[in-house]
């Protein structure tokens, strides 16, 4: 029997925000994302491990501490949900089959972790480091590290000790990764080399650890979804980003002519081909790239600017300039959401 979509699939935008989360009735049977983390599944089966985290939808991707399951944001339950998703953050994180399997190795690692007490081992804090450290409220990676591998965005592998075990876990579970060939050479084979041997000492055990906890389930949560969205808004929210004149001044004509285009029209046409770009290169998410897109435009229309360079030049110097702020406020923004 065909399963009928939910009434709230029909609602328009507005209507649906109101609708309070626990309310959606979501499952993760019968969806895309229950096909994908069955491959996960399989791919830990050919990779000889027995443990399978368990998997629930929450408000985002998240390990908590000490649990063998992770959670999985809501949205990618339902496509309306990606819909919307994508409207108000302009992304749609997990939303490929590409990238939820990149997410869903890197939680299960976390996963791992827990089950087999796996950071308490002597070797895994030789190579990782502590994951007592705590987690920087930002970092600055450093792209011409070969001591970590790379898997999510922003060598996210430099975050921290846990992280770098993760998306070390990643690469390795990937099939088809060919991780010796691809890292040889590099201090991160080392890392690579000590995952495999330990997955095959701990594939055929069971766990020590045993969990069922599912913080902030979907059925929990009682916040509706414009409020969930007003808190992920605030959260990424930028500082002020300081004086723009200059640099704007640099790109596009104070003078202002008869027939050029203005500089803020400039910037909105290409603003889907920048943010995307930027945040691809730097790593942050598309709503923190499209905010401070908001105020160039903002500053380019009070200003008046036009532009008077060739297309692809000025378009070339927009993306240098747009990936500069991106990267000082990396460096002094909000803290980072810990996975």
Same mark, same amino acid.
């Not at 999510?152 to 921290?160: F, K, T």
């Given at each position: +029997?065909? =399963? ?23 499952? @993760? ?26 998997? %629930?939808? $929450?408000?985002?991707? &998240? *390990? ?23 409207? @108000? ?22 996963? &791992?972790?827990?089950?087999? =007490? ?6 895994? =804090? ?11 409220? #930002? ?29 070390? &876990?990643?690469? %390795? ?25 330990? +997955?095959?000492? @701990? ?47 640099? @790109? ?9 285009? *203005?500089?803020?029209?400039?910037? *909105? ?9 930027? #945040? ?11 905010? +401070? ?5 903002? =500053? ?17 110097? $927009? ?7 991106? +990267? ?12």
């Amino acid at each position: +029997m065909a =399963r009928t979509s939910p009434d709230w699939t029909r609602l328009p935008d507005g209507e649906l925000l109101d609708r309070p989360i626990r309310s959606l009735g979501l499952e @993760i049977a019968g969806t895309a994302l229950e096909r994908r983390i069955a491959r996960l599944h399989g791919e830990l089966a050919r990779a000889g491990l027995r443990f399978r985290p368990y998997v %629930w939808l $929450s408000t985002d991707w &998240f *390990t908590p501490d000490g649990v063998t399951g992770f959670a999985v944001p809501f949205y990618l339950a339902h496509t309306r949900l990606a819909r919307l998703e994508r409207r @108000i953050l302009h992304e749609v994180e997990g939303g490929t089959q590409a990238t939820c399997l990149q997410l869903l190795r890197h939680e299960a690692a976390h996963a &791992f972790d827990h089950a087999y =007490r796996l950071r308490r081992r002597k070797r895994w =804090r030789e190579l990782f480091g502590r994951a007592s450290d705590p987690y920087r409220a #930002s970092y600055v990676p450093d792209p011409a590290s070969r001591s970590h591998v790379l898997n999510l965005d922003y060598w996210y592998a430099q975050s921290h000790p846990l992280e770098d075990f993760a998306e070390t &876990f990643a690469v %390795w579970l990937q099939p088809g990764s060919r991780w010796r060939a691809r890292y040889a050479g590099w201090p991160a084979l080392e890392k690579l080399e000590y995952v495999d041997a330990l +997955m095959r000492e @701990i594939g055929s055990t069971p766990p020590p650890v045993r969990t069922r906890a599912r913080p902030d389930a979907v059925r929990s949560v009682r916040t509706t979804l414009r409020e969930h969205y007003r808190a992920r808004q605030h959260l990424y929210r930028q500082e002020p980003l300081g004086e723009l004149d200059a640099p704007l001044a640099r @790109i596009f004509d104070p003078e202002r002519r008869r027939r050029r285009e *203005t500089a803020a029209r400039f910037l *909105t046409r290409h603003r889907r081909e920048l943010r995307h770009h930027v #945040s691809r290169v730097t790593g942050q998410h598309a709503y923190v790239v499209d905010q +401070m897109l908001n105020e160039l435009i903002l =500053r380019s229309r009070a200003l008046r600017l036009q532009r008077h360079q060739p297309e692809r030049e000025a378009r070339l110097d $927009s993306t240098a300039l747009l990936t500069a702020l991106t +990267m000082t406020f990396l460096r002094g923004g909000p803290a980072e959401y810990q996975r």
